[in-house]
């Protein structure tokens, strides 16, 4: 059809039959926030720039070749409009019928399809022109569309429509290249007659559109989409602008990771680790801070899709071209593709950890320092163990064989076992001192085993899950069973024989122990494993250590631990010597009663496990009695 005849006189036109219903979706059910109006329109005005650029590559005449590639929006508060501007590739009369009195339909797939063909181009378009357009009815009472096409002799267009089942079309002359957009604003939308309010709108979707923005005389998106770039072309001082402007922060990241895709889809990743962590500081669980982008336009700020949970420390853009989006770009369709993305991104960071764990442990140190309860947080939630294998190796501790605030990771620890050594030994304390001042060590360190020192109750839950690693099960030491080797050499701090617990003693004092503690204690016995201290509790056949029964107990007043507990005992201290020889002179009394009540007590308090020490204080005062009575002198006499 000839476009001047086309265009001659204005006249009333009627959208395809289905019109009404798709814009009474568009504009009531397919948008949760109407403002996402602004996105849509910035889209569309920045396909149309990115095709006049792949024009002025494959032509050597356009309209106005010398108009600057740029989106002009003009907000005119005392009448309530919206006009949106762009100097791209425009419409004739036919395509602006073609393009907006059919729903759905789309000129950019048509146009893409045929910038393909043309070899060694590359076009990139972001929106849909179609039902994004259509998202303006939603604040317009009325919609006026005026365009002249790109080519020297078409003639411009003016298109109408209140949202109904018309239109008008009407041509219009004095048009440069390019589409303008104006919008009447609906009596309940007049906020967005707004400059303030667009500029924010702009910033939250569009900031990093590849045009320039202006919002009537100032240009808004002045910060470049550096994702896209390379990374020897970037300063570091860009990478640190940009950081503070994606994460809001006032300081610079702590570790930088920028990469991109072409498998299993193409993708662009900048993503940083802050300096702190702000949840241990009290702020609450943070919200994921990876924002989504579809060529620079976002898709989904704070995206809770494009990375696991427990990465939502990490700040930055992830940006594919290849995400199937639904028609209005607020829900992501393909969830197997989102879920690849996801999984290869996760993965391309923990190979980075894994290559700073290397590089500089001491700067790993600290980022461990501040961030493990997320990595902690992810081996406890990854059920699938997808995870996993990537994860163990970045676990770091402190241990008996490194100096305080040392970590050792555990390919360290397995790499320096003892021969034979079948288990990984750690234990659970409130700090390195009330570990080694603990009974639970004392066997290792006679036998010269590295054990882990945690300090979290989350810890003893992570290393039971995890189980075992290179066929090395973790084993806490205060478990009752543990397969410990054999004393290397004869021990030179037994008391002398003549002194030493015959068989028959400790039978009868380990009787007399667990007829005194009752139910309290599943058993008493002699320790193969204490040293130095009279008493330990062990926990027997069962997972449940001390530390996870203490959570349990926190959380659940009425929970009943079924794991057996135990007293073990040292034959050879003095204490438990001297109580042995009483018990055979006396066979009972209440001070031998206190006494092992006593030596029960700090043993649960040895522990972490007393919960009321109001008794044991009691009966402190009770055996200092009974001591100063012994030893105290009688009146008239000397001492």
């Not at 289905?18 to 009531?28: G, K, M, N, S, Y």
């Not at 390919?411 to 003892?418: A, K």
């Not at 030493?500 to 004092?509: H, K, P």
Request: proline content about 5%; hydrophobic content about 40%.
């Amino acid at each position: 059809m000839n476009e001047t005849a086309s265009v001659q006189s204005p006249r009333k036109e009627r959208f395809q039959a289905e019109v009404a219903q798709v814009l009474d979706i568009v504009v009531h059910s397919l948008y949760t926030h109407r403002e996402i109006f602004v996105r849509e329109l910035i889209s569309n005005a920045a396909d149309a720039l990115e095709k006049i650029r792949y024009e002025k590559v494959q032509n050597e005449t356009i309209a106005d070749p010398e108009a600057p590639l740029e989106i002009r929006i003009e907000v005119d508060e005392k009448n309530h409009r919206l006009t949106f501007t762009d100097t791209g590739i425009g419409m004739t009369g036919e395509e602006i019928r073609h393009n907006l009195g059919t729903i759905a339909h789309s000129g950019t797939r048509e146009f893409l399809h045929r910038a393909r063909e043309a070899p060694g181009q590359e076009v990139q378009l972001i929106g849909q022109f179609g039902v994004g357009f259509y998202s303006a009815f939603m604040v317009s009472r009325e919609i006026t569309v005026r365009s002249r096409s790109f080519r020297p002799d078409a003639q411009g267009v003016e298109w109408k429509s209140d949202g109904g089942g018309e239109y008008t079309v009407a041509p219009m002359e004095g048009l440069r290249r390019g589409t303008q957009i104006i919008l009447d604003l609906r009596d309940d939308a007049h906020e967005f007659a707004s400059a303030a309010t667009v500029k924010e709108i702009v910033k939250k979707y569009s900031n990093f559109v590849p045009f320039p923005i202006w919002i009537n005389s100032e240009r808004v998106n002045t910060i470049q989409a550096l994702w896209t770039r390379n990374k020897s072309e970037i300063k570091e001082e860009e990478y640190n602008e940009f950081y503070k402007f994606i994460a809001n922060a006032i300081d610079e990241p702590f570790y930088r990771l920028h990469f991109s895709l072409d498998a299993p889809l193409q993708a662009h990743a900048l993503l940083f680790v802050p300096k702190d962590n702000l949840e241990q500081y009290g702020f609450g669980r943070l919200e994921p801070g990876v924002h989504l982008y579809c060529r620079k336009v976002v898709i989904q700020n704070h995206s809770d899709v494009i990375l696991p949970e427990w990465l939502r420390f990490l700040k930055g853009v992830v940006d594919s071209e290849d995400l199937p989006l639904n028609i209005s770009r607020e829900t992501l369709q393909d969830n197997t593709l989102v879920r690849k993305l996801s999984k290869v991104i996760t993965t391309r960071f923990l190979k980075f950890l894994h290559e700073q764990i290397q590089a500089d442990r001491e700067r790993y140190t600290r980022f461990w320092a501040n961030f493990n309860p997320f990595f902690k947080e992810a081996i406890l939630g990854d059920l699938a163990r997808e995870y996993r294998d990537d994860l163990i190796p970045l676990l770091l501790f402190e241990s008996s064989k490194q100096d305080e605030g040392q970590r050792v990771s555990l390919p360290e620890y397995v790499s320096r076992m003892q021969p034979g050594q079948k288990s990984i030994y750690y234990i659970n304390g409130p700090t390195r001192e009330a570990i080694e001042a603990g009974p639970y060590i004392e066997a290792f360190r006679q036998r010269n085993l590295e054990v882990l020192y945690v300090y979290e109750s989350i810890d003893d839950f992570v290393l039971t899950t995890l189980q075992e690693y290179e066929g090395h099960r973790f084993q806490s030491a205060d478990q009752g069973e543990l397969d410990l080797p054999e004393v290397p050499a004869a021990r030179e701090d037994l008391p002398p024989a003549e002194d030493r617990l015959t068989r028959d003693e400790v039978d009868s004092l380990a009787g007399y122990m667990k007829k005194v503690l009752g139910h309290r204690v599943d058993a008493v016995r002699a320790s193969k494993r204490l040293v130095d201290s009279p008493v330990m509790i062990v926990h027997m056949n069962s997972p449940m250590t001390g530390a996870m029964q203490r959570v349990m107990e926190s959380v659940n007043k009425d929970f009943v631990n079924m794991a057996k507990r135990s007293l073990e005992f040292n034959p050879n201290h003095p204490i438990l010597i001297h109580l042995a020889r009483r018990l055979t002179r006396e066979k009972d009394s209440e001070l031998l009663k206190l006494a092992v009540e006593q030596l029960y007590d700090n043993a649960l308090a040895g522990a972490g496990m007393l919960k009321d020490p109001r008794a044991m204080v009691h009966r402190n005062y009770a055996l200092l009695e009974q001591a100063l009575k012994v030893n105290a002198v009688t009146p008239g006499t000397s001492s």
